[in-house]
């Protein structure tokens, strides 16, 4: 064992010190963009249209299986592989979009509460902790029973989910920097606040921001998949992963690919972003790269 760990520790080191699971990362979260970007065109047929002769069809390979329906069709005779595709590009988007608002609504917070301090500091932390209190998925689905299912408030309810993780975590960096000699130098020599942050601080703060990303929209798609679940995500026929989880749990016995596909496909883009921010924080965090 003595002789092992040492053996093992180094190659974890140069597997983490090489560039192959960057690479890995970039190339995985790149096909599925351009998958999602393409999925017009590589579907191969319409998604929303139905074909009840088909209905229930198996995949490719299984006895019944249509011709063309690789993946099988849906209880309306819908392509699964083509629903599949726009749901990624619908699902991704979303993910996109709300983790992005979240970091940042959360970075202006974070950076405002350190660097101000004092009452401003007090009200955002006060506002963190009720955050936090709060079970958020109750107060999503209130809000999108209540708003909609729209685009735009879906992006706003996923966005407001993890606000509070950016700007805990900011507040607590600004303030550990906030005591560091060069900020106490730049404030003696009359930089502004805004300098301090934008010159100083934020570089300081890409690593943790890369992984909180990654962590964000990981569980925004997977918020986003339990709205759609219970039917209050996006509206039909739009489709996204959540929802054909949710429309093909009530024929899982009998045709359980239609939710294996899309559930696979949820995995695949959380697997896919957490790897790639893990790869990331590796490749941005001076602290790491130093040992």
């Known amino acids: ?133 709060l079970p958020f998925t109750l107060l999503a689905l209130l809000a999108v029973a209540i708003f909609g299912g729209d685009l735009m408030v879906l992006i706003a309810v996923l966005g407001i989910a993890g606000w509070e993780t950016f700007a805990r975590v900011v507040r607590g960096e600004v303030i550990k920097l906030r005591g560091q000699p060069f900020i106490e130098a730049a404030l003696a020599a009359g930089a502004s606040p805004w300098r301090i942050a934008t010159r100083h601080v934020l ?33 039909p026929p739009t489709a996204t992963l959540g929802s054909m989880v949710g429309q093909g749990r009530d024929y899982m016995p009998s045709a359980p690919w239609l939710v294996i596909v899309p559930s696979l496909l949820i995995l695949l883009v959380t697997l896919v972003v957490q790897l790639l921010g893990d790869t990331l924080r590796d490749r941005t965090d001076i602290r790491l790269r130093q040992r």
Request: glycine share 10%.
């Open 1 to 133: 064992m003595t002789v092992i760990t040492p053996h093992l520790s180094r190659v974890s080191m140069a597997w983490r010190d090489s560039e192959l699971p960057l690479r890995l990362a970039v190339i995985a979260a790149l096909m599925l963009i351009t998958v999602a970007i393409l999925a017009p065109w590589l579907a191969p047929f319409d998604p929303d249209q139905q074909r009840l002769l088909a209905r229930l069809s198996p995949p490719v390979g299984v006895e019944g299986a249509k011709a063309g329906h690789w993946l099988g069709t849906d209880e309306l005779g819908r392509d699964i592989l083509s629903r599949g595709l726009h749901a990624l590009r619908i699902t991704l988007g979303l993910g996109v979009a709300g983790a992005s608002l979240g970091m940042l609504l959360g970075l202006a917070l974070g950076l405002f509460a350190g660097l101000k301090g004092g009452l401003v500091d007090d009200l955002v932390g006060a506002a963190i902790d009720i955050q936090i209190a």
């Open 203 to 235: 570089p300081n703060l890409i690593s943790p921001l890369v992984v909180m990303f990654a962590l964000s929209f990981s569980q925004i798609v997977l918020l986003e998949s339990t709205l759609s679940f219970l039917g209050l995500g996006v509206r």
